[in-house]
Nanobody
Framework: QVQLVESGGGLVQPGESLRLSCAAS????????IRWHRQRPGKQRELVAT???????NYADSVKGRFTISRDYAKNMVYLQMNSLKPEDTAVYYC?????????WGQGTQVNVSS
């Protein structure tokens, strides 16, 4: 059983930054891709950022240029650096790790962007 634990959420003002962390209970080498998703109030969960094992990254148009996904293999950690935050970035952010056969999810961390 794989556990993913997100942290780093909180309340910030527009224009500020946050870094979310996702700690995996096993080597992140074992996953084909790791993603950050978010669920904004009243909206469906949406994909925000992806990093694949070879290192390819992809971002939703709404966060391109502001968010960066990265990973630390030694620590089995994946990060989401979020800069220039906007009120519409307010959401619960989830870490997701995928293999060919399985999808694993964390419990989420709340991000609130408000003045």
């Amino acid at each position: 059983q794989v556990q993913l634990v997100e942290s780093g959420g909180g309340l910030v003002q527009p224009g500020e930054s946050l870094r979310l962390s996702c700690a995996a209970s096993r080597s992140i080498f074992s996953f084909d891709a790791i993603r950050w998703h978010r669920q904004r109030p009243g909206k469906q969960r949406e994909l925000v950022a992806t990093v694949t094992t070879p290192g390819t990254t992809n971002y939703a148009d709404s966060v391109k240029g502001r968010f960066t996904i990265s990973r630390d293999y030694a620590k089995n950690m994946v990060y989401l650096q979020m800069n220039s935050l906007k009120p519409e970035d307010t959401a619960v952010y989830y870490c997701n790790a995928a293999t060919v056969r399985f999808n694993y999810w964390g419990q989420g961390t709340q991000v609130n962007v408000s003045s």
